[in-house]
């Protein structure tokens, strides 16, 4: 990657990392509406404890200020791919077990987990502008959620699946905000020239 970054691509990523920054904000919005309504449809207590569950991308990280601009972009990436995944295990467990009883609550479903594709394409968007090549989703999404839960068990992992998406939207809008500072003198912004 050359040394100074063009006025154009630094615009160009700036303008994205603005417009990641509202999407984000919004799912984040959406999400918490849709975590009200998703305890109350399911009889569960707001303030349950769910313990980590495997295939669900955590949000903290540690030594978050030392990533560089593409780790963070790759790990928003995989973490996004893998709740589209989830989201959509979601939305068919919930159509098995209500079918149309609750058909708001499946709309809601269906409106985030669009909302997560879109955020991962824009993140695609994002890696394409500093020349990273985009890793294919089999790499990325992990391994699938357990075939098989008890409904209960399906239950808490949706709530562990709602709680945590809400956590990487505020990771995703700290990252772009890091990713959209100006660049030091005319080199490169910080992280994003640095190799993964």
Not at 16 to 44: F, N
Not at 74 to 100: H, K, P, S, T
Not at 119 to 136: K, T, V, W
Request: charged letters at 25%.
């Amino acid at each position: 990657m050359a040394a100074a970054e063009s006025p154009s691509a630094a615009l160009r990523r700036r303008d994205l990392c603005s417009r990641g920054i509202r999407l984000a904000g919004k799912m984040r919005a959406d999400v918490a509406d849709l975590l009200d309504a998703y305890v109350e449809q399911q009889g569960l207590d707001a303030s349950a404890s769910v313990a980590a569950m495997e295939g669900v991308p955590l949000a903290a990280v540690e030594r978050w200020d030392e990533q560089t601009g593409t780790q963070r972009l790759l790990e928003n990436l995989a973490a996004y791919r893998a709740f589209r995944a989830l989201l959509a295990q979601m939305l068919e467990e919930q159509r098995e077990q209500l079918g149309e009883a609750d058909a708001g609550l499946g709309r809601a479903l269906a409106a985030v987990l669009l909302q997560v594709s879109a955020f991962a394409y824009h993140l695609e968007e994002l890696l394409r502008l500093e020349s990273r090549g985009i890793p294919g989703e089999e790499e990325e999404d992990g391994p699938p959620p357990p075939p098989r839960l008890s409904l209960f068990e399906q239950k808490l992992r949706g709530l562990g699946v709602l709680r945590e998406l809400a956590q990487w939207a505020v990771r995703s809008v700290r990252d772009l905000r890091q990713l959209a500072k100006p660049s030091p003198a005319t080199g490169p912004a910080p992280g994003l020239a640095e190799s993964p």
